[in-house]
């Protein structure tokens, strides 16, 4: 549907007899007596003008001549300022709530430079870069009752279709950087896709683009007018643009209207720094002499306690400490970066925590009341309605998975769920990814490994499941050494390890007695319940069971048998 470019003159005349008519055919979101028509200032030419990108008259400083981030911002603003009572009851809105804008300059200071650096770049209009404060409220982890997450609040289908990976170790959308440059992108494609008109793309970057379209032919139809504010909404969006609007407004009028102005120098705030490889994330605060809970907030796409394995491979570290962590980070031995054995476990856990992770729709707790099933859907999950009394971990215990499981399933950020949700049981898809365990395993028979271009001593340490500072003691190199590709790499398999541990080390047999179970077993042997399953894959495919023989490599200084 092209949207007919005619649409000034077509609209001006269609008012203008609908006035002299004097009928109207109000909508469902029509407009109410006291909801008068958008006015424009003098400045614009018509009311009908688009919406699109423009320089202001006004001369333009350098960049870094502006003092402040809000002077910059205000620089950049390009929208015609509308005169309208949707956008007043906003403003009313923040003027009777104060408190409400102070603490957003707060939580907006580390990312406002770098917001703006990006709209810049792609030339879109300055009041978007507060669009963080209707969808996020700049708060960086934000995640909505419609599983949209970050600065920008993606959806999961939204975010792949923009480069932003998720899983279990890492979510793009949260990502400061790659969200920020996603959602500037993103908007710029939506003004095209309305020839320019903003406000609609702003309404489509909340609603989505088809269901606006929708509402343009539905008022086509009916010889309505098509402009945002004659569009009949849900009542967010139609909400959304005025707020965006009223915020834009008072920012550009702080004094007017009495609001006080943090002072955020227009200089950048973090800095972003390759780190080549994963890396702990306390170490690294540390590294940056940077609180924690500081440090998280500039890298909140991370979801575990290391950087990614697979990526992206960066931080963004505050300017003043910056130096300072590119020094500790290339003075840190390469096997002190992160708990290897630690991480490899894990990657081992994600192979089935993916299996249950939607792609492009994560599954997320469905708080309707909703029909339970336990029995398995298309794609191999059951639902289950979580009752009165039940935690996850009743939940996991009774369906025969973990709460790790489930939390990744369904993306709780914590241990507790509410009463009368519908969760994912993830149970079904288990058996799948032990194959792939089983396949990843088969890759460590012992033998050697050829080094090829881009080889590093963590991705063949990943790829063979041993530790990467082993990996050069076989080789007699250290993890300073360059790996030249060609070169030929000794991997010991499972049986060579255990002949070249300590003799401390012993493979015993241990057949499993009535009432035992994985987690008390690993404790007795102190070997991890994932170590178990993985040695025992074959035994334990049915589950554990009186009787079965186990195979299990104990240390006798450690165990309690």
């Known amino acids: 549907m092209q949207i007919n470019s005619n649409r000034s003159v077509k609209l001006l005349s269609l008012s203008l007899s609908l006035i002299a008519a004097g009928c109207s055919q109000p909508s469902k979101d029509s407009l109410s007596a006291y909801d008068t028509p958008p006015q424009v200032s003098s400045e614009d030419h018509s009311f009908f003008e688009r919406f699109s990108y423009r320089s202001h008259n006004k001369s333009k400083l350098s960049n870094r001549q502006y003092e402040t981030v809000w002077d910059r911002l205000v620089s950049l603003y390009a929208l015609p300022e509308i005169d309208n009572a949707r956008v007043d009851r906003e403003i009313e809105w923040y003027l009777q709530h104060p408190q409400s804008l102070i603490s957003l300059q707060q939580r907006a200071e580390p990312y406002m430079h770098h917001i703006l650096d990006e709209v810049e770049a792609k030339h879109i209009p300055g009041e978007l870069a507060l669009l963080p404060v209707v969808e996020s409220s700049f708060v960086p982890n934000a995640y909505s009752k419609s599983a949209a997450s970050g600065l920008w609040q993606f959806i999961p289908s939204t975010g792949q279709e923009f480069g932003l990976k998720q899983n279990t170790w890492y979510d793009g959308r949260r990502d400061v950087y790659a969200s920020t440059q996603a959602a500037t992108t993103y908007l710029k494609q939506l003004s095209e896709t309305f020839n320019g008109d903003w406000l609609l793309a702003l309404a489509s970057y909340n609603y989505g683009k088809g269901n606006v379209r929708k509402c343009i032919e539905r008022n086509e139809d009916n010889d309505l007018p098509t402009d945002y504010w004659s569009l009949s909404l849900p009542d967010e969006t139609y ?323």
Not at 241 to 253: R, S, T
Not at 332 to 357: D, F, G, T, W
Not at 361 to 376: F, G, L, M, N
Not at 439 to 457: E, M, W
């Open 239 to 561: 909400h959304y643009v005025p707020k965006l609007l009223a915020v834009a407004k008072i920012f550009a009028n702080a004094e007017r209207y009495h609001i006080p102005l943090r002072h955020i120098p227009n200089k950048p705030y973090f800095e972003v720094v390759d780190i080549k490889a994963p890396l702990d994330l306390s170490k690294a605060a540390q590294m940056a002499n940077t609180p924690l809970n500081e440090f998280l907030k500039l890298n909140p796409g991370f979801n575990r306690w290391c950087t990614a394995p697979d990526g992206p491979h960066r931080l963004l570290i505050p300017v003043k400490n910056a130096p300072l962590f590119k020094k500790n980070l290339a003075e840190i031995p390469y096997y002190e970066r992160v708990n290897y054995s630690k991480l490899i476990a894990e990657q081992e856990e994600q192979i089935i925590a993916e299996e249950n992770y939607h792609k492009p729709e994560p599954v997320v707790i469905k708080q309707a009341v909703a029909r339970t099933s336990s029995a398995p859907s298309a794609t191999g999950f059951a639902n289950y309605q979580v009752k009165r009394g039940d935690t996850l971990t009743s939940i996991a215990q009774r369906n025969h998975t973990t709460v790790q499981s489930l939390r990744s399933a369904n993306h709780l950020a914590k241990n507790s769920v509410n009463y009368g949700a519908v969760l994912q049981i993830p149970s079904a898809a288990k058996q799948s990814a032990k194959s792939i365990i089983l396949a990843k395993s088969s890759n460590s028979p012992g033998g050697y490994h050829t080094v090829q271009k881009g080889d590093t001593f963590f991705n063949i340490a990943r790829r063979y499941s041993v530790n990467p500072k082993e990996l050069a003691d076989w080789n007699r190199i250290t993890l300073k050494t360059a790996l030249v590709p060609g070169r030929k790499l000794m991997i010991k398999g499972r049986e060579q390890q255990v002949a070249s541990s300590s003799n401390s080390l012993r493979l015993i047999h241990y057949t499993v007695r009535k009432g035992d179970t994985l987690t008390q077993l690993s404790k007795k042997f102190n070997i991890s319940a994932s170590e178990l399953r993985k040695s025992n894959s074959d035994t334990l495919a049915r589950g554990l069971q009186p009787g079965q023989k186990l195979k299990i490599l104990v240390d006798s200084n450690r165990s309690t048998i």
